[in-house]
């Protein structure tokens, strides 16, 4: 159990367009879902949080008119990088918290690799 | 703001042997987890302790959870090549359980 999927797992664009990556909880509902980037060699950092049927709370230095979060329902939050540039090339992960679960773990996605050229 | 610092950053050793990597916390954790992260892959929960001087065991990985539930140490026994990646460990915090993550100890067992 508890498996999330997100797609596409690699993307190339073009600087200038948008790009929508979709993560999905497979095997159970999250109310929750989070947001990460990743850059070579580092840790993990929150992005955002997305909460059903709410908006999105973004951390501090995140352009929320740049990714725009959909969580649309119980299964499926979506990430939208707007007019991406270059800078925007990153390893963005999501994860999905299991309510079910004692300490409310959270299961993460495989992970998108966006690559703007 | 709670911080996590992992230790060492980079491991390189050979099959078979043990090793012990650390994370520390600047305040009480309100529950450890430890992730292992492939490259090119999300990452996936190991395990989680909550009560202080926990231990758990998960084949050939021990966790120990410091008495002031203010470190943790993961230790791998006979380590295998396919034990390679980076390990996270994390926090929840906030009242949306958000993770904090410490910055990664990033093992490599060469064959």
């Known amino acids: 159990g508890a498996v999330v999927s997100q797609h596409p797992s690699r993307v190339i664009c073009k600087s200038g367009t948008s790009v929508k990556i979709e993560c999905r909880s497979l095997?159970?509902?999250?109310?929750?879902m989070f947001w990460y980037r990743q850059f070579p060699k580092q840790s993990l950092m929150l992005m955002a949080t997305?909460?059903?049927?709410?908006?999105?709370?973004?951390e501090q230095g995140v352009e929320k008119d740049k990714f725009l979060i959909n969580h649309a329902s119980l299964t499926l939050s979506t990430l939208t990088v707007t007019s991406a540039h270059p800078e925007d090339s990153s390893f963005y992960i999501c994860s999905a918290r299991d309510g079910r679960g004692l300490y409310y773990e959270q299961y993460f996605g495989p992970g998108t690799r966006l690559t703007v050229t | 703001t709670q911080l996590l610092e992992q230790s060492p950053q980079f491991l390189s050793i050979q099959e078979g042997e043990n090793l012990t990597v650390y994370c520390n916390s600047s305040s009480v954790f309100s529950s450890l987890q430890w992730y292992r992260q492939e490259p090119g892959e999300g990452p996936v929960l190991l395990v989680t302790?909550?009560?202080?001087?926990e231990v758990k065991k998960l084949k050939r990985l021990t966790f120990q959870f410091g008495d002031a539930r203010k470190d943790s140490s993961l230790h791998i026994t006979a380590a295998q090549p396919g034990d390679t990646g980076l390990y996270l460990c994390?926090?929840?915090?906030?009242?949306?359980?958000?993770?904090?993550f410490g910055g990664g100890t990033r093992l490599m067992v060469k064959p």
């Open positions: 095997d159970f509902q999250a109310t929750t």
């Open positions: 302790v909550v009560t202080g001087g």
């Open positions: 994390a926090d929840r915090m906030g009242a949306g359980n958000m993770l904090t």
């Open positions: 997305s909460n059903e049927g709410s908006k999105a709370t973004y």
